[in-house]
């Protein structure tokens, strides 16, 4: 059993208006020196295998085609063993 | 400077409707032995302050009050220093 941890967040040039409402919200609760705030995805892949290789390469597949979208996207992720 | 870097989840016993969509996609293009998918968000939080405790204090709370709903999600954060 592997579990792919993946992260997905907005490249640094790309403006990211879900964080900037967010912080704008923080700093209205009284939240100080906050810098920025940016929002990304993170996403749990379980799968029925121990082949760390062929779990990998499907897991690197799965971000370009399905999870990221490359043009302002970038991913990374890790594979963990067990549940 | 201290970042937060924040994750929070669906509690282990609530349904996911977007990862399960998520996996009838990967499936549909053919990948198999997936288990589960479970999504999540990925916040990142950059304070201009070097006080560990007061950002971690800071970070709790946000995460209770704005970032998670307590009642089906939980969260977890670690503190990085630098960018």
Redesign the interface.
């Given at each position: 059993?592997l579990t792919a941890e993946i992260?997905?967040?907005l490249k640094d040039l790309v403006l990211d208006p879900q964080?900037t409402t967010?912080k704008r919200?923080?700093e209205t609760?009284g939240?100080q020196?906050?810098?920025?705030?940016?929002?990304?995805?993170?996403?749990?892949?379980?799968?029925?295998?121990d082949d760390r290789k062929e779990v990998e390469k499907?897991v690197d597949e799965?971000c370009r085609?399905?999870?990221s979208n490359p043009v302002i996207e970038q991913y990374s992720y890790s594979l963990t063993e067990g549940e």
């Open positions: 059993m992260h997905v967040t964080g967010l919200s923080m609760m939240y020196n906050i810098e920025e705030v940016r929002m990304g995805k993170f996403i749990q892949v379980r799968f029925d295998s499907k799965m085609q399905i999870l």
